[in-house]
């Protein structure tokens, strides 16, 4: 069986309601089939259908009652949860974040990027503006962040390095480079709105993509 396929029976297992209760139930403790129908008024045959389902899905696990031997108590595997994930992924070089002007959504990824992770970040434009977008630089800041506003944005033929993952977080940039990036985060342009909730709400977007992608990363 691949991890895909074991991974895959045990979403198939737990689609059924009455199942991903029981396993709501055996999240907060130890139970025994008896005890998991009173708490559900199930009849036992019902019980016995669903925990079979669970124990070939390999979601649960039978021990004996030290206590009385007749008697046995249903748990989770306690690996289960922790393996459903997607596979992890090879940790790269550096990450270089690149959008259109380099003032704005990508400054604020790398920044974000260096608060998170060890592996190096740097960010790059298609088409750099001047200067870092001011707002940019403000709503780092309101959350505890600080990006150099004397720093210059920069060209992705520039920057752009071997080993680099390039994650492209604007749709122009991912559109111009024609498939030559890595992965693609769609972030709304906040200069489109120009209000510092829209530097925010992308601040916010971004930091999620990045926790998430980051927890993804194989230890090196």
């Not at 059924?16 to 025994?32: A, E, K, P």
């Not at 009652?65 to 992924?89: H, K, M, N, Q, W």
């Not at 506003?149 to 390095?161: E, F, L, N, S, Y």
């Amino acid at each position: 069986m691949t991890d895909l396929e074991r991974r895959a029976g045990i979403f198939a297992a737990l689609a059924d309601q009455t199942r991903l209760r029981i396993v709501d139930l055996l999240t907060l403790g130890d139970l025994s089939s008896s005890e998991i129908g009173e708490q559900l008024a199930l009849r036992s045959n019902l019980i016995a259908h669903h925990l079979g389902v669970l124990e070939s899905a390999h979601i649960i696990a039978r021990t004996r009652s030290e206590f009385d031997r007749r008697r046995s108590y249903i748990g989770l595997r306690p690996e289960v949860f922790d393996t459903l994930a997607p596979a992890s992924v090879s940790p790269p070089d550096r990450v270089l974040f690149v959008c259109t002007a380099n003032s704005a959504r990508s400054q604020m990824a790398e920044v974000l990027w260096r608060n998170s992770s060890a592996i190096p970040a740097a960010s790059a434009g298609t088409a750099p503006a001047v200067t870092v977008n001011p707002q940019a630089v403000q709503s780092a800041a309101r959350h505890g962040l600080t990006i150099d506003v004397d720093r210059h944005p920069r060209h992705i033929d520039d920057v752009r390095a071997d080993g680099d993952l390039i994650i492209t977080v604007c749709d122009d940039a991912h559109e111009r480079l024609l498939k030559r990036d890595d992965l693609h985060w769609s972030i709304r342009d906040p200069a489109r709105v120009g209000t510092p909730a829209a530097f925010d709400s992308a601040w916010e977007t971004l930091g999620r993509r990045i926790r998430a992608f980051s927890s993804r990363l194989a230890v090196a």
